[in-house]
């Protein structure tokens, strides 16, 4: 059975940094590619950050040169680490993943909440 766990939501001032964890069981990041995503209150999800099997990373354009996503093999853990953050980054913060042969996400986590207050 496959669980993504987050932790590490909260609030937080604009330009302060948060980091997000995402706690992985019955996959592992370096087979099942995982990503970030986030939905802002009256908003579709978007993806935030993405981890290949092979450690290759993306971001999406609204967040490059501020968040960071990385892993740690022996913890099974993906991060999120966030900084010089907008009030624009207010959102549920919700790990995915999937199996390799997969296009889309089928696994959930059950999101953290991040506010930035202006």
């Known amino acids: 059975q496959v669980q993504l766990v987050e932790s590490g939501g909260g609030l937080v001032q604009a330009g302060g940094s948060l980091r997000l964890s995402c706690a992985a069981s019955?996959?592992?990041?370096?087979?099942?590619?995982m990503a970030w995503y986030r939905q802002a209150p009256g908003k579709q999800r978007e993806l935030v950050a993405g981890?290949?099997?092979?450690?290759?990373?993306n971001y999406a354009d609204s967040v490059k040169g501020r968040f960071t996503l990385s892993g740690d093999n022996a913890k099974n853990t993906v991060y999120l680490q966030m900084n010089s953050l907008k009030p624009e980054d207010t959102a549920v913060y919700y790990c995915?993943?999937?199996?390799?042969?997969?296009?889309?996400?089928?696994?959930w986590g059950q999101g953290t909440q991040v506010t930035v207050s202006s």
């Open positions: 995915a993943a999937r199996r390799p042969w997969r296009g889309d996400y089928e696994y």
């Open positions: 019955g996959i592992t990041f370096t087979v099942n590619p």
């Open positions: 981890i290949s099997s092979g450690g290759n990373t």
